[in-house]
């Protein structure tokens, strides 16, 4: 079949997610169903604190794209079902960790689970979650479902991992920033993808061509996520605004602005990082030098550069609802920071 391109829209419209929830919603609430079940526990704080969360507002995006990509090669079964909720519990105990972790107090507008029940309970409810993962996984009953989904499992920890022993470094390099978000945001998106091909029984070309828009999805998100924490609000965002300034990590935006800034101005961002100048008015400094080295609108031109190659990677599918669905939640998540 040959390839078809779809650009970025050129059009007004605000991109949504409305096409992709629509045409997965009957199998979004089946999943759900699985959610809800598989959070069951004799030990009332798990579902207490793991509904805190997995009810917290998220749009669920991870799951809709197994779902959706299984609409896309019109596979007839509903092993998806379980597969998807197990990516679901993937994400939320990767976020309970890092709520843990960066000692963050807010997530999508509320309070995180570990100020509210605090640390130990997060964590290993966190583990409760990864352990009901690996019994979904195991109950689909196929080696190479099992090996995409634990395989991300483990890259994900590496990646959060190579994050922290990144943190406070100045000497971070947009390499390694690009090998942190692959691993710790993109590879879940690639292997929610990838899935869906082996459920469907397609071939080796359909199942890189998933991973393929689903990692680069994965990175465009981040992308933006990290392009956001500086010029988006705490409303907006669902959590405080600088949280990355003041845990000294360096994202993209900084990168650039350390590269094109002057002595002085590298002088601060090692200040800055290092833990030194984490004040309001240090933070309203670091925003006016990413503007003026345009370092957000550059990010944010990479997110639109990987939403392009997520996209392109949809190029040998049929057009229908299904690809038109998926592009359009690429264009959205590229599209939130405005």
């Known amino acids: 079949m ?8 050129g059009d007004t419209s605000p991109p949504s997610l409305d096409p992709v929830m629509s045409l997965v919603s009957t199998d979004l609430n089946k999943v759900n169903t699985v959610i809800l079940d598989r959070m069951r526990s004799d030990v009332p704080l798990i579902p207490e604190l793991a509904g805190h969360l997995i009810a917290g507002g998220g749009k669920r995006m991870r799951p809709m794209l197994t779902l959706a990509c299984a609409k896309l090669l019109d596979y007839p079964g509903d092993r ?4 998807a909720a197990c990516v679901e519990f993937i994400h939320t105990a990767t976020l309970l960790h890092d709520d843990v972790v960066d000692i963050s107090d807010q997530r999508r507008g509320k309070k995180t689970a570990n100020v509210i029940w605090g640390n130990p309970a997060s964590v290993l409810v966190g ?8 019994e979904l996984m195991v109950e689909d009953g196929s080696l190479k479902v099992l090996k995409i989904l634990s395989n991300a499992s483990a890259v994900i920890a590496e990646g959060e991992v190579n994050q922290l022993t990144a943190q406070r470094r100045i000497d971070t390099g947009e390499d390694r920033y690009l090998d942190i978000i692959g691993a710790k945001t993109a590879a879940l998106f690639a292997a929610a993808c990838r ?18 828009y689903g990692r680069n999805l994965g990175i465009a998100f981040q992308l933006v996520d990290d392009a ?17 300034f003041r845990d000294g990590k360096v994202t993209l935006p900084v990168i650039l602005a350390i590269a094109r800034g002057t002595d002085e101005e590298k002088q601060f961002w090692r200040d800055a990082i290092e833990g030194r100048r984490v004040s309001d008015e240090d933070l309203a400094h670091a925003k006016d030098l990413l503007i003026h080295h345009n370092t957000i609108a550059d990010t944010m031109t990479r997110a639109r550069h990987y939403g392009q190659r997520a996209i392109d990677a949809l190029g040998p599918f049929a057009n229908g609802q299904a690809k038109s669905a998926l592009t359009e939640a690429v264009q959205f998540a590229v599209a939130r920071a405005y």
């Open 228 to 244: 956001i924490d500086y010029v988006s609000d705490g409303e907006t965002m669902g959590k405080d605004v600088g949280d990355d």
């Open 80 to 83: 998806h079902h379980k597969l």
């Open 2 to 9: 040959s390839a078809t391109v779809t650009p970025i829209r």
């Open 127 to 134: 583990d409760f979650l990864f352990s009901r993962s690996f």
């Open 195 to 212: 899935i869906a091909a082996v459920v469907a029984e397609r071939d080796e070309d359909v199942e890189k061509a998933l991973d393929a």
